[in-house]
């Protein structure tokens, strides 16, 4: 237990001296911090050391005992005062009284009269202690609850809005991210204490941290800073740890969220990749940006597709996209919070890719976390997609893009989607509000090319494909990529490809 601290005023060394040595002090679990020779020094003494308790003569040069009792007081001194005084004086004990003196005490000093204040001034200063310390813990415990309830998605904000106002607890950031240190080996018990000099160094950067404990996990929740910036401060914090212990942690870091209620949205990114620890073993600090979207090597560029079919404004092929979308997340059978993690994830890079590409005509554009928080708030997987599909449309609006190249990226894209049909140029020109002549000019002008023998390349190309893939015979294959006449595809197939469909499928073989 630390001890108490203890100040001795007196201007004659000898009586200083003399009470150092009448009492054992340290029983009463007491120290001499430091020694006042009058009244100004002892109260400099005092300001710097804040002792528990302090005795002080009453009648010194410069500074009476009242008077540095008084000035102490005004400068919020809370330690307690005996007072030492060779005269018995009413008005100077009316004014110790008055300023909350513990006891006063004539000279010479009874021995026996000092202890018995002494044992006074150490029962209050632990009746304290203890309730401070119960405070203190109490407080604590209740912060590391409304921390926890924080991680919940199912909790009343308006309560945890209170809890957080009564504790003081600072949540005034505009960007939040969760993290979370766990053992790397889940077989050995590894109990994952943060270096506290190394969070004071990642507070002191770029954020503040509520650390907490929950299961075997070490959760930071971590505020104003970016979940870039966390990864990259964690990642050398690792670093050190496996420097020094030759083992580190798995960290994953939650995606940013701008609001501390929805701080649990972050978490439950950062357990998602947790989850799939399998994956990143050999990583140090995995953040949203390692998860593959969608799983599979098509649903890696789903962001980057839909900014260029918003571009083009194909408001069918966004339809499309996100229709085949939710075919894969329902046939893989995809979690509601992994398929919201990932969603949000890839319209926060879709959005980050338009405002770098348009950044005029999305400068008043406001409205992008009301879309974030209509996806996490979608109670079925329909309408998460009609949220997105809305956003992406609008988008299209915002951007309204309609150079020559964007007009010839959109009929190619109804090109690739509509290949089978009997289409032509002037029915496209017509669909899309052109002239044919003018749409056929700039269409050879951007692909090099005119629109049928580009029609042709798309329809061999898929030709190819089914001839590779499929047990199909030559006049299906026909009929399924556009050509109703199976001698017309054979001169356009030997055309674009130098052989025949069954020499091309023989040499396939051959080379295999």
Known sequence: MPMYQLMIIDDEPVVREGIKQLIPWSEYNFTVCAEGVDGKDGLKKILEHSPDLVLVDIKMPGMTGIELIREARKHNFEGKFIILTGYSDFEFAKSAISLGVRAYLLKPIDENELRDNVKEVLAELEAKRNLDDYYTSSEIKARQVVLRRLLRPSEDKESLRREIKLYGMDFKYSRFCV?????????????????????????????????????????????????????????????????????????????????????????????????????????????????????????SKFAEHLCELIEIGDREGIYERLQNLKEMYRSKVVKETDIKVQVIHNIVLLHGMLEKKYPDKLADYKDFDAVTEAVKKSDSLDSLIENVNRYAVEMTEKIGITTTENIVKRVLAYMERNYVQDIKLEDIAKLFSYNSAYLGKVFKKVTGDSFNNVLNSIRIKNAKKLLLESDLKVYQISDMVGYSNTDYFYTKFKKHVGLSPKEFVDKHKLNM
């Open 179 to 299: 993290a979370i240190i766990s053992p790397k080996n889940k077989d050995v018990e590894q109990e994952p204490n943060i270096d506290m000099e190394q969070v004071e160094n990642i507070q002191k950067r770029s954020a503040k941290i509520d650390p907490i404990f929950v299961d075997n996990t070490l959760v930071l929740i971590c505020k104003g800073c970016s979940y870039l910036e966390v990864r990259e401060h964690l990642l050398h914090y690792n670093q050190r740890i496996r420097q020094e212990k030759k083992e580190g942690y798995f960290i994953t870091v939650g995606q940013d969220v701008t609001r501390w209620e929805d701080i649990n949205f972050s978490y439950e990114c950062a357990k998602l990749l947790l989850d799939n620890s399998f994956l990143y073993k050999d990583m140090d600090v995995v953040c949203i940006d390692d998860l593959k979207t969608g799983y599979s090597d098509g649903e």
